[in-house]
């Protein structure tokens, strides 16, 4: 069963930049699909970003594309997600998934979550 821990949350300005972190176990990290959700409470948790195993495909919703890029070191066992231009309502709780399923128009998670790291954006 793979583990994930996600780290590299906290508090930033509007405007500011932070790298999500989640480290992996288990010995398929380099075949498997990888993505980030965010969650507000009150709210469904939402994509925010995918990646596949080589790196090959990424998947980014209206909300990331062109402020958030997803990569990963598969050496590390680690996917990131680089986050850039933060606004207030970027601020969630943002969760890593494994296992999941990605083509160039879609992303389905897999079954395995971490237990999350807050985002807080705010002046």
């Known amino acids: 069963e793979v583990q994930l821990v996600e780290s590299g949350g906290g508090l930033v300005q509007p405007g500011d930049s932070l790298t999500l972190s989640c480290a992996a176990s288990?010995?398929?990290?380099?075949?498997?699909?990888m993505g980030w959700y965010r969650q507000v409470p009150g709210n469904m948790r939402e994509l925010v970003s995918g990646?596949?195993?080589?790196?090959?495909?990424?998947f980014s919703t209206t909300t990331a594309k062109g402020r958030f890029t997803v990569s990963r070191d598969n050496a590390k066992n680690t996917v990131y997600l680089q986050m850039n231009s933060l606004k207030p309502e970027d601020t969630a709780v943002y969760y890593c998934?494994?296992?999941?399923?990605?083509?160039?128009?879609?992303?389905?998670?897999?079954?395995?979550w971490g237990q999350g790291t807050q985002v807080t954006v705010a002046s």
């Open positions: 288990g010995s398929t990290f380099g075949i498997d699909v």
């Open positions: 990646i596949n195993g080589d790196s090959t495909i990424t």
């Open positions: 998934n494994a296992k999941g399923r990605i083509g160039v128009n879609y992303f389905y998670p897999g079954p395995a």
